[in-house]
């Protein structure tokens, strides 16, 4: 084990902030300043942080593109749509395959799309020229060959500055197939300052083109949708297996391991249960509105939290028969899960860890830490907005810049025929009076540690400095931080793609998380670091052979 | 079955590519930068793009890849990114300190017309350039070329760098072409062994395959530095490796600096191996030192000893057209035959050299390059006429477990295995390994099918 006395010397947060400020232009530094955030107890409030803002030209950041938010993130893990990015040939190939997202395509005849990578791959003339066109025969060509349900489009940068109407040739295909539906995300890489605007040009064209498409009512009981869960390494598996032990039906997961037909159905579910707040809650207000379906914030990141979940859904049904058998379930997978924690503890207890991910695994991630008894000293969001640090009560003051004002919101209203309300109003009243919280997520920052830094889209130097100064046991990012991270002698684990691991969600996956966190930060490999003989140099004799 | 949908029949496909063999020129740039010493890559239009190559590349080398981005929000896109550029600039040299930036540009940047020549002259005026440092640029227009097309141009743009000073420095310039970082360092030992002082450029040793020892240098020790950049000038020659990835910068050095150019393949295989050791003795005037001459013996020794599993086996390729070309040629060479050859980048002369090189074969030979030259059209004609042998990057895994056909990974990018960091394929040692991964393949797929009767200890 390298030696970690120096934590001793750990420098205040209020000197590190300063210590990483200075080095930056003053322009820079000001802005720097309002996204790093030292978490104090201040009165009745939670301190206030800058979130949702432009990336700052030639800071090396860890954001991506509104394509790789809606291509990638929210689309990319339905297996039966033919997903056809239209402009020039890159984008298409970097979101192949790269993200670690499952699917179970093993019915038969099942249609499975994610292995292929369809692209218009644009070239000089198309720009030129207009892609139009090209995109219209590349539609074609993809409904010969493959007949699927469903064809997304994806525009990319260049497409927006020509103007392909990629709508207009989309609805115009839908009509001319017949049987195939056609739809388009205008999610060009500029839009917005992050992934974030592309989930939510993703989610919008969700609701609207696939949401509602099937009435016929799923077999079940219990029936909730899971929103914001992406079956990062099987997580989604996992979260099924559970609730089906449990006996609550899933009708759709927005979008891990999700099929066409499960966002057609999605408007049929009883609850929606939101594990990732900031890629998808608008789309559970929109549920609510549109068909009366009451959400609630979960959790499925830690034994305890996955517990906890699984009781508030439990008791929104309110039926004996669901919440005895969550109760019975939870103490069946509980102990064995809680005993494992209880074998690794002592190995991981008192370390520290410092996580910048995503735009709700900051969050739900330190509770797994906490199981294992070690400490969150700093975290922070890739591309989250305000009410995911501080809770959705400062939505109402939220101030929308230009960059957010582009990305449409979808005026949603009650359907006319299938507006439902799942619960009266007193019913709901009463859940509520019982504790049973509806639209409520309090954000990161009132779980932290006073004294933990929390910093709104890091960069690789702020996290070269922070891990210096702080020396954590463990550095969670992704994968553009890993190695960088790695090479400062600190373990560093992906928690976009959990690097070859998972499920992390969940009973079996809170083991797997155990077990993967005290292999890294107890790992001999740090040790190996500097040869005998630059540990000791001097030559204090002469060999002798023998 | 994971490519469940493909259909072994053939129809022409005019817009549509599927499963690409290529991908887009900034990430080429982006990786020749990198062999720069000291130098931040830079990807001029919004942090996509950025973000998707520094991933990509990082998979591949499981190494940090650091680079800056003009993060173009939808202002930029209207109004040009020259300020977003400007402002990079500042910032990168004021915070991460890199003696060179490298700028290249993306499908937006390029779409919205924005000059860099103007910008970054500008950016030196307005003192965001500190003196002693450098930026350099290439366009990269996605929507032109491929990958290898984005490596070209920014070597192009290294070669931009020399100067003529008046007297030749004795050196010879070797544009080693889109390889691995261990290639790289093979190359230098070569030529160190011949005893040829060579300027190689660009030079990924050392960066991309960096050791882990508690300390992260942002800028490794390693790549080709501006000094030697501005000495290539000087050179007595350049040999290029490669017609696509590396003749450009040789051709302007030959106009612009007077210094004489060869185009070779990269040294993959014997015979290409033999043309590289016989340039490089023939341009330094010196003779080709026993060691090598040794290391040639070795190859061959390894190729007779194994012929009889190299014989007539059929493979079938995926990668870049200076990579194919030469491997295309040792193949042949040992009396295998490569009958399904794509490659995604375009450009005529690539499907003439494989002609060319395959044209004694007694078989057909499908081979194709560029935009609809892809992985699916690959796997249709892999459908119709099943091979022995996959090799290519690791996208072909799909194909290898479909069709249980095994693979040998080599190209870009491999995100599923390690050991392109570290050992080369180029020279007569690269060679030896590239016939030990083929030849481990076909064992291994041997000793898995034989019957118990005809499973043996000694191969
Ligand atoms: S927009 Fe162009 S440069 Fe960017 S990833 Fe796509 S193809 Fe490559
Ligand atoms: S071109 Fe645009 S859409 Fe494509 S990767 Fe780059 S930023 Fe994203």
Redesign the interface.
């Known amino acids: 084990m390298?030696a970690k006395n120096s934590k001793l010397a750990r420098p205040t947060p209020a000197r590190l902030k300063e210590e990483i400020l200075k080095?930056?232009?003053p322009k820079?530094a000001r802005k720097r300043a309002k996204q790093i955030l030292i978490n104090e107890a201040l009165e009745n409030d939670t301190p206030e942080i800058t979130a949702n803002v432009?990336?700052?030209?030639?800071?090396?950041?860890?954001?991506?593109?509104?394509?790789?938010g809606c291509k990638g993130v929210i689309m990319g893990p339905t297996r039966d749509i033919v997903n056809?990015t239209h402009?020039?040939?890159?984008?298409?190939?970097?979101?192949?395959?790269?993200r670690r997202n499952q699917t179970d395509a093993s019915a038969p005849d099942a249609?499975?799309?994610m292995?292929?990578?369809?692209?218009?791959?644009?070239?000089?003339k198309?720009?030129i020229f207009g892609g139009e066109k090209?995109?219209?025969?590349?539609i074609?060509?993809?409904y010969?060959?493959?007949h699927p349900k469903g064809i997304a489009i994806f525009a990319?940068?260049?497409v927006?500055?020509?103007g392909d109407d990629i709508h207009a040739v989309a609805a115009k295909m839908k009509r001319k197939l017949g049987d195939c539906n056609v739809f388009a995300f205008s999610c060009?890489?500029?839009?917005?300052?992050s992934q974030s605007a592309g989930h939510h040009i993703a989610n919008n064209q969700v609701f609207r083109h696939l949401v509602g498409q099937n009435d016929e009512p799923k077999p079940g009981e219990y029936k909730i949708s899971l929103l914001g869960e992406y079956n990062i390494g099987g997580d989604g598996f996992e979260i099924d297996r559970i609730l089906k032990k449990c006996g609550i039906t899933n009708i759709a997961t927005f979008s891990g391991n999700s099929s066409y037909d499960q966002f057609a159905s999605a408007h049929t579910a009883d609850l929606n249960a939101v594990m990732c707040h900031r890629s998808i809650n608008y789309v559970a207000d929109m549920l609510e509105i549109k068909f009366g379906i009451p959400w609630v914030k979960v959790n499925f990141i830690g034994a305890e939290a996955t517990s906890k979940s699984l009781r508030k859904i439990a008791q929104y049904f309110g039926e004996r028969k669901l919440i005895d058998r969550v109760e019975e379930v939870i103490a069946e997978e509980l102990p064995p899960v809680k005993a494992v924690a209880e074998e690794v503890r002592p190995r991981t207890e008192g370390k520290t860890a410092m996580l910048f991910v995503g735009g709700s695994r900051a969050h739900h991630y330190q509770e797994l830490f906490k199981e294992l008894g070690m400490q969150t000293i700093s975290a922070g969001y890739e591309f989250a907005h305000r009410d995911d640090y501080e809770g959705r009560h400062v939505l109402p003051n939220l101030q929308v810049d230009?960059?957010s004002r582009?990305i449409e919101e979808i005026e949603v209203h009650p359907d006319e025929s299938r507006h439902n309300p799942r619960k009266s109003e007193a019913e709901m009243t009463e859940l509520t009076e019982a504790g049973l919280k509806f639209k409520e997520y309090d954000g990161m920052i009132p779980d932290m540690n006073p004294g933990a830094m929390v910093i709104d889209d890091l960069n690789?130097?702020e996290a070269?400095k922070m891990v210096e100064m702080l020396k954590p046991d463990i550095f969670c990012a992704?994968?553009?931080e890993?190695?960088?991270?790695?090479?400062?002698?600190i373990p560093m684990k992906q928690l976009h793609s959990y690097d070859s691991g998972g499920p992390y969600a969940g009973f079996r996956g809170a083991v797997n998380f155990y077990h993967e966190i005290d292999r890294l930060v107890n790992s001999r490999v740090w040790g190996?670091?500097?040869a005998p003989w630059q540990e000791n140099p001097e030559l204090s004799a002469t060999y002798v052979w023998e | 079955m994971?490519?469940?949908?493909t259909?072994k029949e053939i129809?022409e496909?005019?817009?549509?590519?599927?499963?690409?063999a290529?991908?887009?020129?900034?990430?080429g740039a982006m990786y020749a930068a990198l062999g720069v010493h000291g130098c931040l890559p830079?990807s001029h239009?919004?942090?996509?793009?950025c973000?998707?190559?520094?991933?990509?590349l990082?998979?591949h080398y499981?190494?940090?890849?650091?680079?800056?981005?003009?993060?173009?929000?939808?202002?930029?896109?209207v109004f040009g990114g020259q300020a977003?550029?400007l402002?990079?600039?500042?910032?990168?040299f004021?915070?991460?300190e890199p003696e060179v930036v490298a700028v290249h540009t993306?499908?937006?940047s390029?779409?919205?017309g924005d000059d860099l020549p103007q910008i970054i002259d500008k950016a030196g005026k307005d003192g965001k350039i500190p003196a002693g440092k450098h930026v350099i640029y290439a366009n990269t227009?996605?929507?032109?070329g491929?990958h290898v097309t984005g490596f070209s141009n920014m070597v192009k743009g290294m070669a931009r760098m020399a100067e003529s000073g008046g007297h030749k420095n004795g050196k010879v310039n070797v544009i080693p072409g889109w390889v691995e970082p261990a290639d790289m360092e093979e190359i230098k030992r070569l030529a160190g062994l011949i005893g040829v002082g060579i300027i190689l450029f660009p030079d990924t040793s050392g960066i991309l395959n960096?050791p882990?020892?508690?300390?992260?240098?942002?800028f490794p020790e390693g790549g080709v530095t501006i000094e030697q950049l501005k000495s290539a000038g000087d050179s007595i020659g350049t040999l290029a490796l490669g017609e696509w990835c590396s003749a450009d910068a040789a051709r302007y050095l030959d106009t612009n600096n007077k210094v004489p150019c060869r185009v070779l393949d990269i040294p993959i295989g014997l015979k290409a191996t033999d043309r590289f050791v016989d340039a490089l003795r023939i341009i330094a005037g010196v003779s080709v030192p026993e060691e090598v001459t040794h290391e040639r013996g070795q190859l061959v020794d390894m190729i007779s000893d194994m012929h009889q599993y190299f014989y007539h086996k059929t493979v079938a390729l995926a990668g870049d057209p200076d990579q194919l070309i030469a491997l295309t040629e040792f193949l042949v060479s040992i009396d295998m035959w490569p009958i399904h050859i794509v490659s995604?980048t375009p450009g005529k002369a690539f499907v003439g050299r494989i002609k060319e090189l395959t044209a004694d074969l007694p078989c057909q030979v499908n081979v194709k390059s560029d935009?609809?030259a892809d992985m699916?059209l690959l796997h249709q004609w892999i459908k119709q006429q099943p091979v022995d042998l996959l090799i290519g990057n690791s996208?072909l895994k799909?194909i290898s477990r479909d069709e249980d056909i095994p693979l040998v990974r080599w190209g870009f990018p491999i995100?599923d295995r390690v050991g392109h960091q570290y050992f080369p394929t180029v020279g007569y040692k690269g060679g030896l390994r590239l016939l030990e991964k083929i030849l481990t393949a076909i064992l291994d797929r041997k000793d898995r099918d034989d019957t118990e009767q005809a499973f043996e200890l000694v191969m």
């Open positions: 390298p080095k930056y232009p820079v432009r990336t700052i030209p030639g800071i090396i950041t860890m954001r991506g593109c509104t394509y790789a056809i402009g020039p040939i890159g984008c298409g190939f970097y979101s192949w395959l790269t249609h499975n799309y292995t292929y990578c369809f692209s218009t791959d644009m070239q000089d198309d720009i090209k995109l219209e025969q590349a074609q060509e993809a010969d060959l493959f990319t940068c260049p927006g500055l020509i060009e890489g500029y839009k917005g300052v230009a960059d582009n690789q130097y070269e992704g994968i553009k890993k190695f960088s991270i790695q090479k400062l002698g190996y670091m500097k | 994971l490519l469940r949908h259909p129809n496909r005019r817009a549509l590519t599927i499963n690409p290529k991908t887009c020129q900034p990430i830079h239009g919004s942090q996509g793009c973000a998707y190559h520094r991933s990509a990082t998979r499981k190494e940090p890849i650091s680079a800056g981005t003009s993060s173009f929000t939808e202002g930029a896109s977003n550029l402002q990079a600039i500042d910032n990168m004021t915070v991460y993306t499908c937006l390029e779409t919205i227009p996605s929507y032109v491929s960096g882990l020892s508690g300390e992260f240098k942002m995604g935009r609809n699916f996208y799909y995100l």
